[in-house]
């Protein structure tokens, strides 16, 4: 309901053209290129769909031809693993180096392997014990021992372990499969390790419509149809981890916006790795035809929304002028000028409104001359008065006659020797001063603080032990402005008011502080108090404009007024009072620094 108004209230302020041209762009132009849209966008979808579809089926297939490649090379691995003739071979201890190398002559297993398994590429087996090096039994070193792959192989304690690394002698990386070793008394005799042949793996994937990706554990490309980016890690992989079966990434790759179709799988008896078989689709390649129908249809939607915008531009633009020429009329009606000579073409709605303008513009004229400029008058008088009120405090003493005759009497208390007269004199002199000749313009929050200083310095000496005060200020409002003259007329109303018909002693506390969006000025007294009748009086007075105060003094009511005039109707002074309890007179102000008022 809130923005629905919002909403009402914008289209209110719109001038009628536009709101014809918007209601034309919202029921035709939008709807007709939103549907343009919709069918556009739900073609491309199709499109893309099917080309998903597509690569999911053919990802299916690639998947169930690794599971067969890598079956065969964990069948491999768990022949070498429980091959009694290895472990004889690898704990035996030889007399000589040619014992040794007969030995290796009769154990042809690996070759056998090679020769009859073409998904192997080689079978590498890293021995624990510092034997005779040669194509397939190699020595592990200090060197060899130190590869992350050695050590994950020796820490998994025959769990199979699917890694990609170099081949020992060629240096060349491809996918391996390791497994460490273990002799009957569960010594480590070595590591085994499996290199896939990376022709078997070009031949899963060879054909494919669209380029084919073989990743290890979401990270590295083992095998790519466009042999680019082989061993590097696939930027395509989201963080969160996915479950097996197929799903979709939208990414970047290559530098171009692609789908990547993913087939997520866990080999046989792989515990710890995972392979992803991934189809990239670019996506502009896919699109490039249905955007061309697109384009052609958008530019025959244009074309006919062109059209039509030229022939509602036209009636719009005529309407437009009628609806212009009288509102000019009006505004001229309006700023007192009242003969109207011109006919507004046409004979609609238009042209009535017209005629009617001309036959009450001399009614217009006459209220307007009864009430509205009596009335600006009226006001104008106000505000003249409100600012008399102000100026005849300052100007009922010639200030220099004020001066020179308080700093006779100082000075006479001083060769009298009557210090306390004197300061009397010096404080009385010095609050004079700064009321006087101030005008009506903000000044520091803390000369006005000053001012009142010196004005209760000086009823503490008129009243001595039975009268003192408090100030509470915050540091953070001192560096505002204030207009002058608004809280000593406060205090002084407190003293004279409150605490003078009191017999006991009285006190006075200041207390200004700095709220979030005004500064709360308080001025609270222990005096006699106000009664309810006439603290309802007293409050209903100071919002009466027509009440004149009196000329004599500033009073609650200029002070209330002057807020009103100079900050608006927000703040203002407040009153709260408890007969013989005390007084408590609040104003508010707005936070003003300098040069902002």
Known sequence: MFFKQKWMRLFDYLKVKHKLLGIYLIVTAIPI???????????????LNNSLNEAKANVDKLELRLQTIFNRVTDIADMVYINQNLKELLEHDYGSTLDMYNAYNQYPIFDDFLKYYDEVETIQFFMNKDMITDSHMIYADGMVKNQSWYKEAIAKEGRLSWVYMENYWTRKKMLALTRSVYGQSHDLLGVLVIYVSPDMLRSVVEGEPYQALITLDRSTIIYNTSNKQIGEEASFFEQEEQPFGNYVIDSEFGGEHVKVNVHHFQPDKSLDNTFQVSTVIPVDDVMKEPNAVYAKGFFVIVGALTISLGLIGIFIRSFHKRIQQLRKTMYQVA??????????????????????????????????????????????????????????????????????????????????????VAKLVKMLSKMMRS??????????????????????????????????????????????????????????????????????????????????????????????????????EIRERLDDQEYLSDGNSIGLHNVHQRLQLYYGERFGVAIDSIVGLGTTMTLRIPKIKQGEA
């Open 33 to 47: 290129l939103l549907v343009g849209a919709y069918l556009n966008y739900s073609t491309r979808d199709i499109v």
């Open 335 to 420: 700023k007192g000028n009242f003969q109207i000579n011109e006919q507004v073409r046409g004979h609609d709605e238009i042209s009535d409104v017209y005629r009617d303008l001309m036959t009450t513009s001399k009614s217009v004229q006459k209220i307007i001359d009864e009430v509205y400029i009596h009335k600006i008058k009226e006001e104008t008088w106000r505000r003249k008065q409100k600012e008399m009120d102000f100026k005849m405090l300052a100007s009922q003493i010639n200030p220099h006659f004020l001066y020179n005759t308080l700093e006779m009497i100082r000075m006479k208390a001083v060769l009298n020797k009557d210090p306390e």
């Open 435 to 536: 009321a006087l000749e101030r005008t009506d313009r903000p000044i520091p929050i803390t000369e006005e603080i000053t001012l009142i200083h010196n004005y209760l310095d000086i009823q503490k000496m008129r009243f001595g032990d039975k009268f003192y005060y408090q100030f509470e200020i915050e540091d953070s409002v001192k560096d505002y402005y204030i207009f002058p003259l608004l809280i000593q007329p406060i205090v002084e109303n407190a003293i004279i008011h409150g605490l003078e018909p009191k017999e006991d002693s009285g006190f006075i506390q200041l207390t200004i502080e700095e709220e979030d969006h005004y500064i709360q000025i308080e001025v609270k007294d222990n005096g006699v108090g106000i009664k309810r009748d006439t603290l309802v």
